[in-house]
């Protein structure tokens, strides 16, 4: 168990370190990656940069807001003006403090090219927007990140489960049966 926990922990930081590289290559004030979780009907933020504090965790309904309107049509959006977009959810930007201008953000697909998640640059530095090649280098970024992605959450969900296994076995005392 404790090789898949230093395994888990080992995927989470190369997603963290590709997902503060990718926004600082694309000159991004903030980059962000949510994951569906459609168990619990919301979108969590996997990684949620914040100046110089320990990354934010975001959770919000999910389909709602940029992100959720990502991964429900697959489409990538580039919103030069967040506040004019319907789809942004500005109660995010009122419980962090932080003012959203402009927001680009890009599908994360599974192997079976089913949208799960999605990676979201703020504020791009030096212009009003992001441009056609921030989109491009945003796109082929979550289309490599995706693998990694994808394995730290089967990972973390089997290592879970096998936790939940432990519990409900030790829970159940010497000579039960445990049923479903």
């Not at 619990?40 to 999910?62: D, F, H, M, N, T």
């Amino acid at each position: 168990m404790s090789t898949d926990e230093a395994f888990e922990i080992m995927l989470e930081q190369v997603l963290e370190a590709f997902t503060v590289k990718v926004g600082q290559v694309v000159d991004a004030e903030r980059a962000s990656v949510f994951l569906a979780d459609e168990a619990r009907g919301e979108l969590w933020s996997k990684v949620a940069q914040s100046e110089g504090e320990r990354p934010l965790e975001i959770r919000v309904p999910l389909g709602t807001g940029i992100a959720g309107q990502v991964i429900r049509t697959g489409e990538p959006l580039n919103v030069p003006d967040a506040y004019q977009s319907p789809f942004f959810n500005p109660e995010v930007d009122r419980a962090t403090g932080y003012h959203t201008r402009s927001l680009l953000c890009v599908p994360i697909f599974d192997r079976t090219r089913h949208p799960f998640a999605a990676m979201t640059l703020l504020n791009k530095r030096g212009a009003s927007a992001f441009d056609a090649r921030d989109e491009q280098a945003l796109r082929v970024f979550a289309a490599s990140i995706g693998v990694i992605l994808e394995t730290w959450n089967e990972a973390t969900t089997v290592r879970r489960s096998r936790a939940q296994t432990a519990a409900a076995r030790s829970d159940s005392g010497p000579g039960r049966v445990l049923t479903s």
